[in-house]
């Protein structure tokens, strides 16, 4: 009779304990790296100008209040509007001739074309990039996500001015859109808003 071995003799028992705290912490570790993903591409996007996941500043309203329109000079800003998914996403107007110091207000048309309600995010940015910084916004549907029933049509304001600190080189700025659906997160049966 033969006599068998162990199924695990202690040897493989270690290598296999080892092999297993190795896979968990390159696990604790992607998760790590996939939490830190956010505030990365945020800070990479606040310094960039680029994609702004955009807060209300703050300080704009403190801002405005300090500001003088400067009427010896004029900027161009250009309104895009681009669409990620089911929307009919326009400006009112393609560009406007502003003062800077000027508060100034634009309206957004949105339409949704599905037949379910749906939830929406709109991300700025801006050309030349360095033109961010000198665009505030007091008021935006991109503060936040915008919940819209089917076939529900809206019209958002953009509030904003242009800082007098705007540099003399830029007299023309352009302010893009991109609103994209974000799934998951409309709620079942909402009825169109009124």
């Given at each position: 009779m033969?006599?068998?071995?162990p199924a695990h003799p202690p040897e493989r028992a270690a290598s296999n304990?080892?092999?297993?705290?190795?896979?968990?912490?390159?696990?604790?570790?992607?998760?790590?790296?996939?939490?830190?993903?956010?505030p990365i591409y945020r800070k990479i996007c606040e310094m960039t100008g680029i994609n702004l996941?955009?807060?209300?500043?703050p300080r704009a309203a403190e801002?405005?209040?300090?500001?003088?329109?400067?009427?010896?000079?004029?900027?161009?800003?250009?309104f895009d509007a681009n669409k990620q998914g089911p929307w009919r996403f326009q400006p009112s107007v393609s560009h406007l001739t502003v003062h800077p110091g000027e508060l100034v207000r634009v309206d957004y048309d949105l339409v949704n074309l599905e037949n379910r309600t749906l939830a929406?995010?709109?991300?700025?940015?801006?050309?030349p990039l360095q033109a961010a910084r000198y665009f505030n916004k007091l008021e935006c549907f991109c503060f936040q996500q915008q919940t819209l029933a089917a076939g529900e049509s809206r019209r958002f304001p953009?509030?904003?001015?242009?800082?007098?600190?705007?540099?003399?080189?830029?007299?023309?700025?352009?302010?893009?859109?991109?609103?994209?659906?974000v799934p998951g997160a409309a709620p079942a049966g909402v009825g169109p808003r009124s």
């Open positions: 033969s006599r068998r071995e304990l080892r092999l297993l705290h190795k896979l968990l912490f390159v696990a604790v570790l992607m998760f790590g790296f996939g939490w830190a993903l956010i996941l955009t807060d209300p500043d801002r405005v209040r300090n500001t003088q329109v400067d009427v010896s000079r004029t900027v161009v800003v250009e929406g995010q709109a991300i700025p940015s801006y050309a953009v509030v904003f001015v242009i800082d007098p600190q705007l540099p003399r080189d830029v007299a023309q700025i352009t302010l893009s859109y991109t609103f994209f659906e």
